[in-house]
């Protein structure tokens, strides 16, 4: 796994049959999920896969930007034309961080975890983040658009990002190839999607549990309306955070963010 950080990723092959069925690589670019938007609406088949070597609106959740010198990392979007159920509406994101999780463990052997909802984390700090967007197409048919960033070749972080973010040169010391890295999250986030459809997504929630690194602590959970705090019980069958609270109302939370862990 390791070699040149810029190894072309228009020549690589994922071994995948779906997600990468076709491939759009850009050296520049707003954003990775504007420019799969803009292709979804225009009926490009399910698991067409964009690259960027650089964003120059990189977004996350909330609106945040997203630091990525050029030419470092992973910055892609892949499009699902799945129709999702509603029960199913939190597992593209959680498919996401699983892969990433499992890919960069079984490529680096760090020890990443899944910070529910949507980041990867080593060593309590953020090493990838994913952001999925629903819209529809020219036809009015929904799509998803799943972005995702992964920390692979930064050296060093600006001050204000140093205590939250890592990457994975950081945290090994090492160059890694970044399209063997995508192949591997590829491959899995095709295994959980194809699972997805049809149904069985009990491997990927039980994986997700295994992952999760905030189950057994006592959490605060932000949402739009207010902040719960309580004991992380685990994730439920449609991706959701199920949460403890001290007054025994047991809550279930499909969006929100964890601001604080114990």
């Known amino acids: 796994m390791l070699g040149p950080s810029n190894l072309c990723f228009q020549d690589a092959d994922f071994g995948t049959q779906i997600i990468g069925c076709r491939v759009k690589v850009f050296n520049q670019v707003n954003s990775t999920n504007d420019v799969a938007i803009h292709l979804g609406k225009e009926l490009t ?21 997203w630091y990525s010198p050029p030419r470092l990392n ?23 961080a699983v892969a990433i999780a499992d890919a960069v463990r079984e490529c680096t052997g760090l020890s990443a975890a899944v910070k ?3 980041d990867v984390i080593v060593n309590r700090k953020k090493i990838a983040g994913l952001l999925a967007e629903l819209e529809y197409d020219r036809n009015q048919q929904p799509f998803l658009a799943l972005g995702f960033g992964v920390n692979v070749g930064i050296e060093s972080f600006p ?9 994975l040169r950081i945290e090994s010391g090492k160059i890694w190839c970044r399209a063997m890295l995508l192949g591997a ?18 491997p990927l929630i039980k994986r997700a549990n295994q992952l999760c690194s905030i189950l057994g602590q006592e959490v605060k959970i932000r949402t739009a309306e207010r902040t719960f705090g309580g004991l992380a019980e685990r994730i439920d069958v449609d991706g959701g955070l199920l949460l ?13 963010e964890v601001v604080k862990t114990n």
Request: hydrophobic letters at 35%; aromatic letters at 4%.
């Open 244 to 256: 403890s609270q001290e007054s025994g109302v047991n809550r279930k939370f499909l969006i929100g």
């Open 74 to 96: 992973i910055l892609a979007t892949v499009i699902l034309r799945h129709r999702l159920l509603k029960s199913q509406i939190g597992l593209p994101c959680l498919i996401g």
């Open 159 to 167: 001050i204000g990002l140093r205590q939250i973010a890592t990457s």
């Open 45 to 65: 088949p399910d698991g067409t896969l964009v690259i960027a070597e650089d964003q120059t609106g990189g977004r996350g959740r909330h609106s945040r930007t």
């Open 185 to 202: 999250i590829l491959r899995r986030i095709e295994r959980d999607y194809i699972n997805l459809k049809n149904n069985h997504t009990k």
């Open 116 to 118: 529910w909802p949507n």
